[in-house]
């Protein structure tokens, strides 16, 4: 295979917001040590946290000039000489952090698109262990395979990260129709969970419904105290767990509405409020499991994908745009917008 000498490359020049992101060509290194593997990238995905890594509100460290994204799917086009696992021809999608092999995270300085180099850019250079493999026979576009990275993984961890914590027929809720809430729908559905999400929109609601079967749907404008909801449509018990991403602005409201032992699944910090709740009295009270999610494992990745292949599941991509610089930028938009359901991809051509 003849490379090219030059790629496409966006880089962070600073943090002052998403036009920083700017477009260089820069020259490709094809030099390989003997365990890494060069993958051309074919598609991204976003998540919130490479909006606000743009504008320096990310509470973990963010590199200089750093490539941003840590989210994609590609093709690997060379491999070093020891590398055994992959070969060229392969179809992989990244790992958040290249380093979380298994277990809880234990460093979060090795992040894609913050502490070190990410994926907008048309080819990357890997250590072999740090991208995770999809079968000769995916199902999946590129786009929604990149939803799998953080996404996918995180709402993987969410629901099954505790070993035989979750079984079919418990009940889980999403709030929002972001893409982490619409992987764990798919997911949960997959698994013979009762599901429910909230959104501010009954039309949102009704799409949900027809395309991706969720039991029961509530907007939370319409019914602001939605905890009574949840309780309501789960006879006044509970769910066994919440996908919570809003943070100290719904927490309460989430340990309202899970079950006596349920769980939380704490995951974001989409929302805020000036005082903040209660959050130990209600975790003693309900004999709650509070777990914190930080995306999750290589192990987690390769269960994740197994699943996903097995059940042929089909992943929410809401948007895709181009890779041109406007077509960047308007990414970025359509993700600060909190408008689509599910996930924002980027094609990289």
């Known amino acids: 295979?003849?490379?090219?000498?030059?790629?496409?490359?966006?880089?962070?020049?600073?943090?002052?917001?998403?036009?920083?992101?700017?477009?260089?060509?820069?020259?490709?290194?094809?030099?390989?040590?003997?365990?890494?593997?060069?993958?051309?990238?074919?598609?991204v995905a976003l998540n919130y946290r490479d909006l606000i890594i743009t504008t320096g509100e990310y509470p973990l460290p963010v590199g200089d000039n750093v490539i941003p994204i840590s989210d994609a799917s590609g093709v690997v086009v060379k491999v070093g000489a020891?590398?055994?696992?992959?070969?060229?021809?392969?179809?992989?999608?990244?790992?958040?952090?290249?380093?979380?092999?298994?277990?809880?995270?234990?460093d979060f300085t090795n992040g894609l698109g913050n502490s070190q180099d990410g994926v907008l850019t048309q080819y990357r250079t890997f250590p072999h262990y740090g991208v995770t493999k999809l079968p000769k026979d995916s199902h999946l576009s590129h786009e929604e395979a990149a939803s799998l990275v953080c996404a996918g993984v995180t709402a993987w961890n969410a629901i099954f990260g505790l070993k035989d914590h979750f079984t079919p027929g418990q009940s889980v809720l999403m709030l929002g129709t972001g893409g982490v809430s619409m992987i764990s729908l798919i997911l949960a559905k997959a698994a013979g969970a009762v599901t429910i999400i909230t959104s501010s929109s009954d039309e949102k609601l009704q799409y949900i419904k027809e395309k991706y079967g969720v039991d029961y749907g509530i907007n939370y404008r319409t019914h602001p105290d939605w905890e009574k909801e949840v309780m309501k449509v789960t006879n006044g018990e509970g769910v066994d767990l919440v996908i919570e991403n809003g943070g100290n602005g719904t927490i309460a409201k989430s340990l309202a509405s899970i079950k006596i032992g349920g769980q939380v699944s704490l995951i974001g910090f989409l929302s805020y409020v000036e005082e903040k709740p209660d959050v130990v009295g209600a975790v003693l009270m309900k004999s709650a499991i509070l777990r914190g999610i930080a995306v999750g494992s290589k192990e987690l990745s390769e269960q994740l994908v197994?699943?996903?292949?097995?059940?042929?599941?089909?992943?929410?991509v809401a948007k895709v745009f181009g890779f041109s610089e406007e077509q960047v930028y308007e990414a970025y938009a359509s993700l600060k917008s909190q408008s689509e359901i599910g996930k924002v991809a980027i094609r990289i051509d």
């Open 82 to 106: 020891a590398v055994s696992d992959l070969q060229v021809g392969d179809r992989v999608i990244t790992n958040c952090n290249p380093n979380h092999l298994y277990g809880p995270v234990k």
């Open 306 to 316: 197994h699943f996903v292949h097995t059940k042929k599941l089909g992943m929410p």
């Open 1 to 43: 295979m003849v490379l090219p000498t030059t790629q496409i490359t966006y880089r962070l020049t600073s943090k002052s917001g998403i036009e920083a992101i700017k477009r260089f060509e820069e020259p490709l290194n094809t030099d390989l040590d003997a365990y890494e593997v060069l993958i051309n990238i074919k598609a």
